[in-house]
């Protein structure tokens, strides 16, 4: 075990301020690799922070990968049984990047053994299991953020301030869809599982489409929805398509799928408001583009200094990626902790994550009756 | 009135096997113009065309706009009442150009005078005006098109072409739009009246984005619909939005607004199959995108000497417009007449028109109901 | 012969001021067709146009081809020597769309027998001949008109409201280029022969290029170019590039080449001011690119109502093709003969076809000098 | 100061095969800070690395700001005399990011203190300049690189694979620009300062289009240039433009400005070849154009797992940012340090740089003297 404690503990440059945080990762696969690489990141670069995290324990089932996780990434130990990170004292945030079946029980734990906790999306598998898990955490006290880490995109962050501001005057549409391809491949196989994973395309790009329809739009009020599974065999949908009924009034479409062929990672929306429109896209994620009223789009390439997020990078085009959105979201909770303010509303709560699972479950009773079908909240 | 019978009749260059048909239009606003810069472009760039139109007559309620129109254009004479139009013995092809309320009666009294007849969409107001115009016309044995005219975009074809050739395997998703951006003004206020209209961008935008899904993916099984009005007073929707289900298992969107701001004339699709995907957009209408399997999109400059309707026009990359749409599909109409051939499967024909309307019905019902909607055919 | 006389003649709508200026043209290939074209379309679109064009006579060598197109075309007559349309008195307007090495003597003879002219570019095949060409038709006091069509985009008009109106500023860079692909196959054999074309790539597409230049920055004070023939037994270039200065202080690029594999016809270019950019590619040529200031770039679709030319065609966003540009130069043309105007600034005279002569002069003399070679006029 | 060296320099995961490299670093302004993070990130981003950055000394000028800088980047320590870094036995990288007139001497002095070294571009201020840093540091033995980041763009990198595969042909074009906006400011000041920087634009922009063109195209046969300085007082170019004739018989164009309004980091080129072309754009780095043949440009979203250096990152379409060329060419010493391999072709050596220069060079004197002037070699 390497100790980079010392490193990622650092005090702060103005005035040793900074201290650290003990952080726990469950998960060393890809979204793994996707936090460690934010707290490594924002420990500098978003300089400075008021936590610094130190990475004291990994957790994972296979040993051998576990440990050669640990030494990649620079953990103080690791452990096989998430267990022992929930009682390890010097774990003081649990992040939670494991599969969708193991998001319940080990997050609950960690919140109630006092722990600030970091869930991947989705939430929960349904609806049910979300709300008991918002439920028991929020009643420990602690921090809880669900990953929906597209919020923390430059370009999504200025959508919403201008939202906000009232640039795009009232809403009428929002077109949401997240594309990919790989639907074909049987990689990464307990996506296709439905004990494992609750939903396909649904819960794992779906979700995300849904918490920034309700992150730049507001509540939903009602789904009309189909399912499909297109590869014979699989437990999962492969894609899902949704007319969304939002409470102010405006109306649109909410898909996703693994069947696109030519769409890598195309998470793209787009917004009609009485004053003007805008429209992203992830594959050009440093790219807004806003009609101001009709006068067309214009591409806005979000990299000013006065730009969300952008005085931690670069001067301005000289872009970012797409693992930077953990690094804006991680250094956003370690705010919250260390000043003790809300995550919300630019981070998503674990209420967040409750609600965009009620609309999942909604879109899957919808396929089913036939009926469009309201969200109604617990 | 000029003579311009001369020159639209003129002899085919091979052989003079070209003769004329005489033409009567209704209408002579927007789509009248359109319709009459085909004929005349036609008549000459598609060389030789086996039928030239004459342009006998024009009708207008206004007798002096009417007047000017058919000077301007150069019909040999005009005609106050629609009547006058039908019983026009020089008149070959009736062209209904006029508003949606003036579609039905005219053209089944064309057809039944024994006139073939073009008629704009949407073909009837209603699913049942739409089937009784289908049925009373086909009784009679002319020709009839409904003019979808977005089918005659080389791109468009292309498309069909490529599909049909099993270019793109199984079809998974189909994802059609409409979007503009004029409803908060009041021009063409007969558009926001029902009686007038039947609906509203749903039977004006919706018409083409649901016709071309038929002609591009095949027969849709199924709706589930909102519809919106935003403008306060207006009669008709200024927005919809729907889940489409097909009968051969793919699933997609539908939607049509007149609430886009900074969107100009945007109809654009894109169809996802197993073995790749086509987008195109009509303010791009000379691209097509194309991503073999998941190769990424090409942009296809549809200009080649091999594409649709090429042959006619000018070396590669010199790129059309708008308005060749109706050269094309005019074009068409007069081959099928000419040798007596179908206008289906490129062209629309009434019944094509007719289920359309049905879908439109449908749409409208499931916004009401709340219920997934099967599309059935009487 | 057909009688398109009549049509074309007709009076105009509001209150009989139209008359007919009788055609003669010059070439049925490429060029003839999509002059025919402007003529024709003119005539009811552009309305009322203050001269109607009566296609009366079309020349060309070989009997069978010209005519066809009279025939296909609907001139009144056609004639194999290009003497007899000069002395026709019913021509008025001799439109000269032949290859470059029957530019000058036709054109000439036509001025002196008293009929305004417009000549295809370029307008000699060298500044000498040019300089002839201008000289002797600007002492006979009829109008005359180099074909540089591109002027007459929309797009290309609005960039020059814009510039005159101040709102980029002072311009510090041009950046042009003319890019095809066809280069490697041996179309149009006569593009190759130095006698009958005078150059390749540069007279050719270039010229284009030189011409949007002056039109849009100002006079240019020198150029410093390389040219190259890729194609082995060619005589003219395949492409050129230089290096710009204006006599304004600008500074840029001008290119051209048939050797751009994947550009069909890509004239591009981009002008970048004191305060805003400007960007445009005929592959795209409704859109122009505006960044005011530092904004960054958006795409205006050129098609408003108050847009260059618009209030002629369709409802906003219904774009137009490439042979609009013809229409619209042929009716600024009329427009200078009936109203006896200037056709500069925004139509090209004799003098710009001269000065673009010169400019290419200036461009082969560098490129063989391997000096920046001054443009001089004589 | 932190004690990161036990982080940095842990063992790899296979076999214990990675050892430290002690970095001694010039600079902690915009390209030190991209230097730190690229080490920070290859250490466990790009594993296993063979060498592990430690890192030991950072030098500056101001010691509050040098300290500030240890502390947050994760220095052991830092000294306010480059001459220190030099010095300092437990260096054994020099990183010289320090301003263009700050290059020479300490790189020269800490190549002959044995250590490997890195140098931000341009080499040298001057040709001569570059030659002599080049010469002596070469007769060193150590590695020597000049950080041409772009060339490690997985876009870049892939094109040249590809021409190297032969899947261009022959080359007929490089059009190569780097546009900025901000000239009109004052930011940065020593870049306007030709004793600081040397030149303007040409050297911090041109440079890389330069490097760029040798890189994909190969060596420069000649140049014809101009030059401009468009804000009074600046001893600098603001910007170039010139002609490039190819030792293999392409040509095109170089240019750079600071005067482009719009665009913010535009780094782009188009390579025509007589099988395809290619065409990037920084401010979409993860994007390559490519036409293979005449089929038009299709979009690689560079990110396929077979992609160069993507092996290092995340599922396909998850795209990276401008800082990760950093992560690449780092990682690209690292291995050709450990294992004893050239810099070249793939990286810049020292070399590189000088001939860079050479071009530089001839590019002022073109302007200068009116020329096409050739490149040579000391």
Known sequence: MSDSGGFLSQAGAEGGESKPIGIGLLGY???????????????????????????????????????????????????????????????????????????????VAAAEAGKHVICEKPLGRTAEESYEIWQRVAKTGVKHMTAFNYRFVPAVRLAREMIDAGELGDIHHFRGRYLQEWGPTDAEAWRFDSQAAGSGALGDLGAHVIDLSRYLVGELDSVAASTRTFQPGREVDDAFEAVADFENGAVGTLEATRFAAGRKNALSWEINGSKGSLAFDLERLNELQWSEGTSGFRTILVSEADHPFWQWWWPHGHVIGWEHTFVHELRHLLDAIADDTDVAPHGATFEDGYRVAEVCDAILRSAESGQRERITYR
């Not at 296979?62 to 010097?90: C, H, I, K, M």
């Open 29 to 107: 696969a890809f979204m793994g690799k996707a936090h460690v690489n934010g707290y490594r990141t924002l420990s500098y670069m978003t300089w400075p922070s008021p936590l610094q995290p130190r990475l004291v324990s990994i957790a994972g089932r296979n040993e051998q990968a576990v440990s050669a996780a640990a030494t990649r990434f620079g953990f103080e130990r690791y452990v096989t049984d998430w267990r022992d990170l929930v009682a390890d004292p010097e774990v003081e945030l649990f992040d939670n990047s494991g599969p969708n079946n193991l998001h319940g029980e080990p997050t």
